[in-house]
């Protein structure tokens, strides 16, 4: 018996049970995914439900959201951004900092136009900040939770990922908090 065209066929329909098992989100976590792609298509960062709208993120809803930043590409660079920024207004448990773990320890992106590639124009001051963007707004979230009296473990395991990233800014920031990190503002 040959197994190979078996185990492929066992992956494909293990492939569609998780699919059709997999239930549609709540109509709480499908509003603030609306919401979400609404604001990622408008491209407005000053939209006042950035602050209003996502306070209070249900378990659900931020997997949806995690799962809303791995679909986009790469290159995407604010879209990211936005979405961790809004996840770092909710950073409770230990999926969420495992989830900001990797964003600070992402690997570099290297262009806008191809995360994979530099391109020649590349190495203004501002293309380093752009092209970090999603790992320095985890880092900058994960300093603001620790002086807001999160668990001093999980924040400073987001600052440890970023002390090894690739990228000089997210490095370079991390470098700069450490000394505060965690420590509450007077």
């Known amino acids: 018996m040959r197994l190979a ?3 492929a066929g066992a992956a494909l329909l293990a492939a569609l049970a998780g699919a059709v098992l997999r239930r549609a989100p709540s109509a709480e976590a499908g509003a603030k995914l609306a919401i979400l792609e609404d604001i990622l298509r408008s491209r407005n960062d000053n939209d006042p439900r950035l602050d209003r709208d996502f306070l209070d993120l249900s378990p659900e ?6 799962e809303a930043y791995l679909a986009l590409p790469r290159e995407r660079r604010n879209e990211r951004g936005t979405i961790v920024y809004l996840l770092g207004k909710n950073l409770r448990t230990a999926s ?16 806008l136009a191809d995360c994979s ?8 001051a501002g293309d380093e900040v752009t092209l970090a963007y999603p790992s320095l707004v985890a880092l900058r979230q994960a300093h603001r939770a620790a002086q807001e009296g ?3 473990s999980d924040a400073r395991g987001v600052l440890e990922a ?5 990228m000089r800014a997210v490095t370079r920031l991390a ?12």
Do not use: I
């Open 150 to 152: 999160a668990p001093p």
């Open 162 to 166: 970023a002390k090894s990233s690739r």
């Open 61 to 66: 809803a931020k997997g949806l959201f995690r």
């Open 5 to 7: 065209p078996w185990l």
């Open 96 to 111: 969420d900092w495992d989830f900001f773990r990797a964003v600070a320890a992402e690997s570099p992106c290297l262009s």
């Open 175 to 186: 470098r700069g908090l450490e000394p505060v990190f965690g420590r509450k503002s007077e």
């Open 117 to 124: 590639r530099a391109s020649a124009g590349s190495g203004e």
